[in-house]
């Protein structure tokens, strides 16, 4: 079992805590503070232990330089906003003035770090920048699920070279709650996954269509599944190199009695445009596309969701963002809120979306990690999680 800070005797420790504030900035400004509230629950126990602790993350994709447009300055005022208590912020990532601010914070105190990717050993997985953030802590604890599948060196470097290290109480709420999904699920177990591309998703297609009972799929990667059993698509969107593989899982889940829900009517328009003429069809048109799944759909979907024991979904039905192609996804929303089984939404778009749909509180669990929350069901040992792991077996 992973260790996290309550197995651990951390007081007044000094501790380097791995956050995920890679929030949405709009003009310099937070546009959506949820990940720095999810945090809130590690960095408070943190807190009360009288740890002084030193707060890392990263934010967007600033290529291994500084970018004011990617600075953590504003997470880091929202944070203490929050907490209503003084924060230092560090301009500097690393260094000897980095160093002498984390000895001297006080007990309770914090800071928080510069963006860790304006340094180009983050994403190399640099162990020199492994040991440099190390000094900054004698205690690791990793509390940003949403980066665990990665090898940066925050994740995967700096645990290997501390005295102590596990995981925040985020982390081990989303461990728990993933984990209920492998080990012997309530029958029936429905996976629902949907989005653009079947290559972004050929790991959990293939995990799922061996645990579950039915797979429903729906969104853009829907269309090659269908194309691949001979039906006319027209211009909606197709992987052709994905075709013969979204074959293969077809004819293992038939051999294996696993039930598979596809698109039987679609919501079609000749482009994506918010305001184009849209048409509700069950057989596409060559010179249309489909763009959201139909209301009989929506109805053969929410059937099966309707007696399922175990629920799982990562992706939208449509292009959801517009109001001409929400209903699916709105309807498969509702559909998962509404179940008595246990549901578990896994990030990205599809948690986007029951946020927006204004559902969240009617689902058992919603990942803050879209990637990760995929490579766990698919049963891979995430990078962040191993390392504690084997950590704590020294």
Same mark, same amino acid.
């Given at each position: ?249 077809? *004819? ?5 009695? $696993? ?7 679609? /919501?079609? !328009?000749? #482009? +994506? @445009? ?63 809120? *509404? ?5 578990? $939404? ?7 979306? /029951?946020? !927006?749909? #204004? +559902? @969240? ?34």
């Amino acid at each position: 079992m992973t260790a996290t800070i309550r197995d651990l005797d951390i007081k007044n420790a000094e501790v380097l805590l791995r956050v995920d504030f890679n929030v949405p900035l709009q003009n310099g400004e937070i546009s959506d503070d949820t990940r720095i509230r999810r945090a809130l629950p590690t960095i408070q126990y943190l807190q009360e232990q009288g740890c002084k602790t030193v707060i890392c993350s990263h934010l967007g994709r600033p290529g291994g330089a500084p970018d004011p447009k990617a600075s953590l300055e504003a997470a880091a005022s929202r944070l203490a906003e929050l907490l209503e208590t003084e924060i230092i912020f560090s301009p500097e990532i690393t260094g000897d003035g980095v160093e002498e601010v984390a000895r001297t914070l006080p007990n309770g105190g914090i800071m928080v770090l510069e963006n860790l990717r304006f340094h180009p050993g983050e994403k190399a997985g640099a162990l020199d920048f492994s040991g440099e953030l190390a000094r900054l802590g004698k205690v690791y604890v990793n509390d940003a699920f949403g980066t665990m599948h990665r090898k940066d060196a925050s994740i995967a470097g700096v645990p290997t070279l501390m005295e102590q290290a596990a995981v925040g109480l985020l982390v081990g709420i989303e461990i728990e709650a993933l984990t209920k999904l492998m080990d012997g699920p309530e029958r029936p177990f429905v996976g629902i996954l949907g989005g653009a591309k079947v290559s972004d998703k050929i790991g959990i297609v293939d995990a799922l269509a061996r645990r579950c009972d039915t797979l429903i799929i729906g969104g853009a990667m829907s269309y090659t599944f269908l194309q691949a059993q001979g039906i006319d698509v027209g211009q909606s969107r197709v992987e052709k190199g994905k075709i013969n593989h979204a074959k293969r899982i077809l *004819e293992r889940c038939e051999a294996k009695g $696993v039930n598979v829900l596809l698109p039987v009517d679609h /919501i079609v !328009a000749t #482009e +994506l @445009s918010a305001d184009v003429e849209t048409d509700v069809v069950t057989e596409i048109p060559e010179d249309k596309m489909a763009l959201d799944i139909g209301p009989e759909t929506v109805h053969l979907f929410t059937e099966a969701l309707a007696s399922a024991g175990t629920i799982f979904w990562n992706g939208p039905m449509g292009v959801f963002e517009m109001e001409a192609f929400s209903a699916g996804t709105r309807g498969v929303a509702n559909a998962v809120a *509404e179940s008595k089984g246990y549901s578990v $939404v896994g990030g990205g778009d599809s948690a986007a979306a /029951i946020q !927006a749909f #204004e +559902l @969240s509180e009617k689902v058992d669990h919603i990942s803050t990690g879209g990637g990760a929350s995929l490579a766990f069901v698919e049963g891979t040992t995430l990078p962040g999680i191993r390392v504690i792991n084997e950590r704590r077996s020294q």
